[in-house]
T-cell receptor
């Protein structure tokens, strides 16, 4: 069965600084990996996904993530944080078609002016 | 304009009453899901359906029921047997299970 761990339930950065949100997964087969963002009192929005194509995946709002099989990681980055990036971010993993999507516990990102 | 709709946005009920939350999608997705979200606890899967007229329990199905009579619709009933129903409920869909899920805006249920 797959699992996902998000390191750090709260991350705080200054506006303009690098954003790095960590996600490690375990999976018995090549995984599908996803990052979602959730703003207060809203549903989750898909930021990006990895489904065994290019290991560096670009998403919306300037975010990207790199799949590293050797490290079983799929960390989310953005070169320069904006105030509007303040939200909760969820990493998720599945083992492909027919399997469940397993979500991490989430990381709350705060952006300081 | 394709997407998932949940209604209402806010719902208030008295303890002991059943309440049904609506979820509709026009994405032509086969799979649909219900999650519960509590502060600091991430998302917990209540029920999911891979196809019309079929559904499976998730991790916290006790006190909830669902139906899937149409591909577009997956209503969730919170019964009086659910001990702590106050929460934020999210509906999602995907083309098949295991693929990216698309979420509705959520319904915040408050039971007093």
């Amino acid at each position: 069965a797959q699992s996902v761990t998000q390191l750090g339930s709260h991350v705080s950065v200054s506006e303009g600084a690098l954003v790095l949100l960590r996600c490690n997964y375990s999976s018995s087969v090549p995984p599908y990996l996803f990052w979602y963002v959730q703003y207060p009192n809203q549903g989750l929005q898909l930021l990006l996904k990895y489904t065994s194509a290019a290991t560096l995946v670009k998403g919306i709002n300037g975010f990207e993530a790199e799949f590293k099989k050797s490290e079983t990681s799929f960390h989310l980055t953005k070169p320069s944080a904006h105030m509007s990036d303040a939200a909760e971010y969820f990493c998720a993993v599945s083992e492909g078609s027919g399997s469940r999507l397993t979500f991490g516990e989430g990381t709350q990102l705060t952006v300081n002016p | 304009d394709g997407g998932i709709t949940q209604s209402p946005k806010y719902l208030f009920r008295k303890e002991g009453q059943n309440v049904t939350l609506s979820c509709e999608q026009n994405l032509n997705h086969d799979a649909m899901y219900w999650y519960r979200q509590d502060p600091g606890q991430g998302l917990r899967l209540i029920y999911y359906s891979q196809i019309v007229n079929d559904f499976q329990k998730g991790d916290i199905a006790e006190g909830y029921s669902v139906s899937r009579e149409k591909k577009e619709s997956f209503p969730l009933t919170v019964t009086s047997a659910q001990k702590n129903p106050t929460a934020f409920y999210l509906c999602a869909s995907s083309i098949y299970t295991g693929y990216e899920q698309y979420f509705g805006p959520g319904t915040r249920l408050t039971v007093t």
